[in-house]
């Protein structure tokens, strides 16, 4: 009767973590709805007001159409080797961009992704450089002019505006083979008086575009201030603060999701002021302003700035960090870990070029590193059959000493160094073990090259597994709620962990045995929304480890039979135990 009350305890709180599980990743990590974002977006009231504070003022924003949008003004073209888009003349507005080598989704003919949009439609996200003169900022309805109409690797295009009052103001675009465009601002005073500039640049966007801001990767705003990452703030943050300035020199800032970035770098050597702003209605912006400067008459100030906008590939951003930007390659929260992680994607990448399937490549890496990690689960099953066999001996040990725990500690030490065992041996295995395999399950999480690689019936290994027990794997035409979407590398999960757990012979009262048992398919449930690719390595490693296990038991019998028979004791007590 006890057990069976036990059992109804354990099950009920196992649902009840299932379900606060599932509320807790639908409030905290909600899923973006696209919907129409309308918002006001002025900083103060007066706009002449917040520049002449240093706060750079926006107009208000309303929903419009995309297409609508982009067709409904003077443009010119931005074709590179991986970017294409426009930048729109009026305001001199970097607000159409899309990534060639990717694509919004995984069918043959889809779109390329698009991480640039103009501001009021639902996907907006946009970049501006421009300038404060005299503490007032140039206005968003000044039509530019230019000198061409494609920006293209060697074909910068320069952008003038004629201020008034004899000031020039020109914004000189390039653009590398890659995702980072040059802006080089330049103010010419040919006036009779002294004027004072400020150039600026900002990225602005909606948050409901956002990826999953998740334990292992940030998602929302972020920076590099005094050489140091900061992933701390996210947007209910800045939403909260309204404006959060970091501390540090600016270093560069913007926002990041998984797989994408927009990221503002200042001149070299400078230090401007560095916001986020919440602008209300799910709008943000990441401001750079540079110090005032003082432009004497017959005189010309030119301040360099740049701004990345593309996909979180590690060898481009490590590559821009070693032209020096600094933390650069961090825009990937590799976190703690990856002096591991950078290793085991560079090997991931080489075995998918050798393999040519991105799920082969992840089986095969996971049974590398469980290759490499075998002489240390060899160590720690060694040192365990090395306590399982001097069992008997401690135990005399306590009963003799049970009332001088002293005495007891020192016996028992005496007793470890007389059978040459160490009692920590076999923790410090599974503590080295860790670190490595958290750090191929984040690999796989932040790999940009996982991205619509398919595998067997999966056409994308960075979503969840399509096929779901619910809909009859595809043929029913529905989609069940993700609480309740078990697909059939979740049933994997589980069937393989529950196979772990049985193939141990650990004694454990009834109370764990029902734990253990229920324990699987809880986290059947649990990992069964995440990435099919995460879930692909976790089924490859339970069943390596249900190989290892066989093995290492066949290696050490005595262990085996030590625990049957410690398992079958504590079984007869529960039973003497029971009426």
Known sequence: MENSRNFVLVLTLSLAVLIGWQWAMDHFYPQPDN??????????????????SGEIGESAATSVDLESSLGAAERIRIDSPKVAGSIAVGGAM??????????????????????????????????????????????????????GDTLSVGNPV????????????????????????????????????????QPFGLVGRTSTTMSDDFFIAHSGPIGSFGQAVE?????????????????????????????????????????PDATFRSLGGDLYRADMIYDPVRVEAGRKVTTTSRLFAG???????????????????????????????KPFLWLLKNIFALVGNFGVAIIILTIIVRGLMFPIAQKQFASMAAMKAIQPKM?????????DKVKQQQEMQKLFKEEQVNPL??????????????????????AIEMRHQNFLWIEDLSAPDPATILN????????????????????LLGVTMWLTFKLNPSAMDPVQQQVFSIMPWVLMFIMAPFAAGLLLYWVTSNVLTLAQQKYLYSKHPQLKAAAEKEKAEKAAEAAEAKP
Not at 35 to 52: I, K, M, N, R
Not at 104 to 122: K, L, N, Q
Not at 171 to 181: C, L, P, R, V
Not at 476 to 491: C, D, E, H, Q
Request: proline share 6%.
């Open 231 to 271: 992933y701390g703030y996210d947007y209910s943050d800045v939403e909260e603060e309204r404006k959060v300035s970091p501390s540090g020199t600016t270093d560069w800032l913007g926002f990041t999701d998984i797989y994408w970035l927009a990221a503002l770098v200042p001149q070299a050597g400078t230090d």
């Open 35 to 52: 919907v129409p974002v309308t918002a006001e977006t002025v900083d103060t009231p007066a706009e002449a007001a917040a520049a002449a």
């Open 158 to 197: 320069t952008l003038r505006h004629d201020a008034g009052n004899g000031v020039l103001l020109e914004q000189t675009y390039s653009i590398d083979e890659n995702y980072m465009i040059t802006v080089e601002q330049a103010v010419s005073n040919r006036g009779e008086n002294g004027i004072v500039a």
């Open 94 to 147: 970097i607000d159409d961009i899309v990534l060639k080598d990717y694509a919004a989704s995984p069918d043959g003919d889809s779109e390329p992704v698009r991480i640039f949009a103009p501001r009021g439609t639902d996907v907006q996200q946009y970049a501006q450089f421009g300038f404060l003169v005299n503490g007032a900022k140039i206005s968003d309805d000044v039509l530019w002019e230019s000198d």
């Open 311 to 341: 996909a979180k590939d590690s060898e481009i951003l490590d590559a821009y960090q070693d032209a020096g930007i600094p933390q650069f390659g961090l825009a990937i929260d590799w976190g703690w870990f990856r002096w591991f992680e």
């Open 425 to 446: 041996a076999g923790c410090l295995p599974l503590i080295l073990q860790i670190p490595i395999f958290f750090a191929l399950y984040k690999v796989l999480y932040l």
């Open 472 to 491: 009859l794997f595809g043929l029913l035409p529905f989609t069940p709620p993700s609480f309740l979407a078990i697909g059939i590398l979740a049933v």
């Open 395 to 403: 135990k005399k040990l306590q009963e003799r000493h049970k009332d």
